[in-house]
Structures are given as C-alpha cells and as structure tokens.
Nanobody, 122 residues
Framework: QVHLGESGGGLVQAGGSLRLSCAAS????????KGWFRQAPGKEREFVAV????????SYSDSVKGRFTISKDNAKNTVYLQMNSLRPEDTAVYYC???????????????WGQGTQVSVSS
C-alpha cells in the first residue's frame, strides 16, 4: 500500500512560481512511476508530468513543458513539481500519483494523493 500527501499549493500571481511536494509512505514507493495530474474546475483530470523510478525518463504535457520541472528524492520518498512562469490557466487541483508503469493515463494510476489547490491570478 502507498499513501501520498501533497503540499505547497496556494495563490500566486501570473508569472510567479510554486513548488509542490508529495511525501509518500509505503516501502514499495520507490518501485513506482511517480507523477502529477491536475483538474481545473469544469474540466477533466489531465496529465502534467511523470518521472520513472530510475529518474532517467521524464515526460511533460505540452502545456507545461519548459515551465514545470518534476524531480524526486528517493531518500525522502518525495516527489516534487517546480512550477515557474505560472499562468491563470494553470489554476487547478494538483494530484500526486503513483503507477506501476507508464503513468500518463488515468487508467495507469494505482494511487492518488488527496490533491492540493493551485490558484494563479491574472
């Protein structure tokens, strides 16, 4: 069993930055593909970023590529999402995820965090 807990959300002005953290419990977390999804009001949940268990494979959605950076600290069982140059359209609830493989589609995801709100004002 893996439990995920996000932190670091908040309100920021357009152009600003936030860093989300996701602390995981469960001894097998290191074996999972780790990532982030988000869901804006009235929209479907969408993929944001994913990092492989080795850290060698990283993917981003086109909408955040070049602005967001995913990373992980295996020793702390934590995955991060550094978000720069934030835009109002980035406003959403951000969810930390763990998947046994791939991790870019909702059906891939084995575990979800509870979500953290990110709001970007114009």
């Amino acid at each position: 069993q893996v439990h995920l807990g996000e932190s670091g959300g908040g309100l920021v002005q357009a152009g600003g930055s936030l860093r989300l953290s996701c602390a995981a419990s469960g001894r097998t977390f290191g074996n999972y593909v780790k990532g982030w999804f988000r869901q804006a009001p009235g929209k479907e949940r969408e993929f944001v970023a994913v990092i492989s268990w080795s850290g060698q494979t990283i993917s981003y959605s086109d909408s955040v590529k070049g602005r967001f950076t995913i990373s992980k600290d295996n020793a702390k069982n934590t995955v991060y999402l550094q978000m720069n140059s934030l835009r109002p359209e980035d406003t959403a609830v951000y969810y930390c995820t763990a998947a046994k493989s791939r991790g870019i589609y909702i059906q891939d995801i084995n575990y979800w965090g509870q979500g953290t709100q990110v709001s970007v004002s114009s």
